[in-house]
């Protein structure tokens, strides 16, 4: 086979996948025929594929593993560079690597940063970054197809055929649709000029922040034929966002003092989502890529996977803003949000196009850029955090020449 060929490392375990599928002996079958087809649409665009098990090194706790699995594709990549690596399977197949949360350096220095501690940061920069330094910079586009769990979840063979189909076929045009909290509506009307209309949770037609009405929820219909998303709402590690109303300052009579009065009504569940077409969501919210809980009827990216979406883009832990105020530029989440939307529209022009993981490294390459002198222990987080579920190797949306409706 020539060398010429882009080489795409996927990294997974065939015997943590089959425990994900007690009593299905033929899951792993099915993953390796799904796999096949795969491999011939990236055959066909000059690509090869390169399948590493990690069955044996997988021995420890979850760290253990990540740092062999590690070392392994450092050893591999000294022996052959790959261009791409793909990730098939959850936590529970090929753990995440966990970073210790830079955030820690910060509650020395003020209290309240101690509720903002997460501890460990789950990440999969470092298996794409074969160099021992603490930024953990990927060499080259990383992605994840997460498996769910159960005996009848075949999200991981879906996502392979998915992505299968959309190497051969025309991806639909992008239709835009944004979402943000009352509290964070000017961040994201910055973050995403492209968007003439955004949906607040909850709206401003509500008549302060201490009587919301029932109807605040983010309406399906409006997700139903969507193409690219994006939601700047929060996040916990569960199965809904919420949205938040602007702050009122209010006087706590039982303290003689004011104090910031915020509601955060529910925004989108897991039963909201709808079927949708091949869409890729970029989410902001606190833990939007969470997916330790592995069951799509409980987590809010692997719920978007399996409903059709073909990429996620969302933070493992909590998300962060900051601005815009006047000589305030955006930074963290928003300015990630920022550059990967600004990327995807010029893409739809760009000769030749980029695939989705290469705008993903690139919105992190620039954001080491901007802030090569100095970088917050939260910039460390942020591009940590934030992770790609999706193949690395697809290239988003039709092209703007074609004159379909963009």
């Known amino acids: 086979m020539s060398a010429n060929l882009k080489l795409v490392r996927v990294v997974t375990n065939r015997s943590r ?31 090869r594929m390169d399948l590493v098990l990690t069955d044996e090194l997988v021995d420890g706790s979850h760290n253990a593993k990540a740092k062999r699995i ?8 000294e022996e052959e560079k790959a261009d791409y690596t793909l990730i098939l399977g959850g936590d529970r197949v090929v753990p995440f690597y966990r970073l210790p949360d830079p955030v820690v350096e910060l509650v020395a220095e003020a209290d309240h940063w101690a509720s903002e501690n997460d501890r460990l940061i789950y990440s999969d920069d470092p ?45 639909d045009s992008v239709r835009r649709v944004a979402f943000t909290t009352q509290s964070w509506q000017q961040q ?38 969507k193409t690219l ?35 955060q009504p529910p925004a989108l569940s897991v039963t909201q989502i709808p079927t949708l077409p091949p869409a890729v969501i970029f989410s902001a919210a606190c833990y939007g890529g969470f997916t330790t809980r592995p069951r799509p009827t409980r987590n809010m990216a692997l719920r978007f996977l399996q409903q059709g979406a073909i990429a996620f883009i969302g933070a493992t832990a909590r998300a962060y803003t900051v601005g815009p105020l006047p000589g305030q530029p955006l930074r ?23 695939r989705i993981g290469e705008i993903v490294q690139a919105v992190k390459n620039d954001y080491h850029l901007a ?36």
């Open 229 to 263: 998303h994006y939601y700047n709402l929060h996040g916990q590690k569960n199965n809904a966002w919420t949205g938040e109303c602007a702050c009122e300052w209010t006087l706590d009579a039982r303290r003689d003092d004011w104090r910031f009065a915020q509601c």
């Open 188 to 225: 994201s009307r910055t973050t995403w000029p492209a968007v003439n209309h955004w949906y607040e949770c909850p709206p401003w037609r509500l008549p302060s922040a201490h009587d919301p009405t029932p109807d605040h929820a983010i309406s399906p219909s409006l997700l139903i034929d």
């Open 332 to 354: 963290y989440s928003d300015l990630l949000a920022q550059t990967f939307l600004q990327l995807v529209e010029e893409n739809l022009a760009a000769s030749p196009r980029r």
């Open 17 to 47: 996948l089959m425990a994900s599928r007690p009593g299905d002996p033929t899951f792993w079958d099915r993953v390796r025929t799904a796999l096949a087809g795969w491999e011939a649409e990236l055959d066909a665009q000059g690509m």
């Open 371 to 406: 802030h090569r002198f100095y970088q917050h222990p939260l910039d460390f987080k942020t591009l940590w955090e934030f992770v790609l579920y999706g193949d690395p190797t697809l290239i988003p949306f039709r092209r703007v020449e074609t004159g379909e409706e963009v």
């Open 127 to 171: 298996y794409a970054s074969y160099e021992d330094t603490y930024l953990y910079k990927p060499k080259h586009p990383i992605g994840r197809f997460p498996n769910g769990q159960g005996q009848h979840d075949d999200l991981l063979v879906e996502l392979l055929q998915r992505s299968t189909r959309y190497h051969r076929e025309s991806w």
């Open 70 to 77: 590690r070392q392994h594709l450092v050893h591999l990549q």
